[in-house]
């Protein structure tokens, strides 16, 4: 599966984080992805 298939089906299952707020952990990594730094850190 390429980057993209990966993250839609994380996005699809629902899945959130387990903080406070419950973030959609697809959106996060489709956030990460996106982003344009060389440095990324994505916390689970």
């Avoid at 299952?13 to 697809?26: E, V």
């Amino acid at each position: 599966m390429s980057q993209d298939e990966v993250i839609e089906e994380i996005i699809k299952s629902g899945i959130r984080g387990r903080g406070g707020a419950g973030f959609p952990t697809g959106k996060k990594w489709e956030l990460t992805k996106r982003s344009t730094s060389r440095a990324k850190i994505c916390c689970m």
